[in-house]
């Protein structure tokens, strides 16, 4: 399945699919101290990294990233992904960021989720999305929470982050319109 001409329109928002051209606005998200710190995986990113992941997520379909873009002046603010695409079990795993500072806080973070869960239930017909986020990150969690996910774990000191522990919380949203389907 190709989405490379696959826009998704929300109301505020739009996405469209990820480019290889896209890969120094990524770096340059992924390693500011307002994304970073962010994500389990804390090495700096470099556009090799990046790279490897189109190749090994992107173009083999076992992910999908769009570019996230505010309509109102037409600038890139973030990135939704999907990642990790279990068809065995019908299920993947959803991230975010956004990028621009000036961005957070508005409520694109609960529209980027709901454009794409609605583009892994409807398109990829996926039974489940799951997310992970760290505990502490309040604003990530309630995001989740208030998008339809549930709280389906809090693991405690999962990963050693900089020579900390932390916390991490399992949410995942089931696909009704599968759900029932699966269940008759």
Not at 82 to 90: M, S, T, V
Not at 150 to 172: F, M, Q, S
């Given at each position: 399945m190709s989405?490379?001409?696959?826009?998704?329109q929300?109301?505020?928002i739009y996405?469209?699919?990820?480019?290889?051209?896209?890969t120094d606005?990524?770096?340059?998200?992924?390693?500011?101290?307002?994304?970073?710190p962010?994500?389990i995986?804390?090495?700096?990113f470099?556009?090799e990294?990046?790279l490897?992941?189109m190749e090994?997520?992107?173009?083999?379909?076992?992910g999908f990233?769009?570019?996230?873009?505010?309509k109102?002046?037409?600038?890139p603010i973030?990135c939704?992904y999907?990642?990790?695409?279990?068809?065995?079990?019908n299920?993947?795993?959803?991230?975010v960021?956004i990028?621009?500072?000036?961005?957070?806080?508005?409520?694109f973070g609960l529209?980027?989720?709901e454009?794409?869960?609605?583009?892994?239930?409807?398109?990829?017909?996926?039974?489940?999305?799951?997310?992970?986020?760290?505990?502490?990150n309040?604003?990530s969690?309630?995001c989740?929470?208030?998008?339809?996910?549930?709280?389906?774990a809090?693991?405690?000191?999962e990963?050693?982050?900089?020579?900390t522990?932390?916390?991490i919380?399992l949410l995942?949203k089931?696909?009704?319109?599968?759900?029932?389907?699966?269940?008759?």
């Amino acid at each position: 399945m190709s989405i490379n001409n696959k826009i998704l329109q929300g109301e505020q928002i739009y996405l469209r699919p990820i480019t290889r051209e896209d890969t120094d606005l990524i770096i340059q998200w992924r390693n500011s101290d307002g994304v970073r710190p962010y994500f389990i995986y804390q090495e700096p990113f470099t556009r090799e990294g990046h790279l490897h992941w189109m190749e090994t997520m992107i173009d083999t379909e076992e992910g999908f990233q769009f570019i996230v873009y505010r309509k109102e002046d037409d600038k890139p603010i973030g990135c939704t992904y999907l990642r990790d695409y279990d068809r065995k079990n019908n299920k993947i795993e959803y991230g975010v960021f956004i990028g621009e500072p000036e961005a957070k806080g508005k409520g694109f973070g609960l529209q980027m989720l709901e454009l794409t869960l609605d583009f892994a239930f409807d398109t990829l017909k996926v039974h489940k999305v799951f997310a992970r986020a760290f505990a502490d990150n309040v604003a990530s969690v309630n995001c989740f929470l208030k998008g339809g996910f549930t709280k389906e774990a809090h693991l405690v000191d999962e990963v050693c982050v900089n020579g900390t522990y932390r916390d991490i919380v399992l949410l995942a949203k089931i696909n009704e319109k599968n759900f029932m389907k699966s269940h008759e």
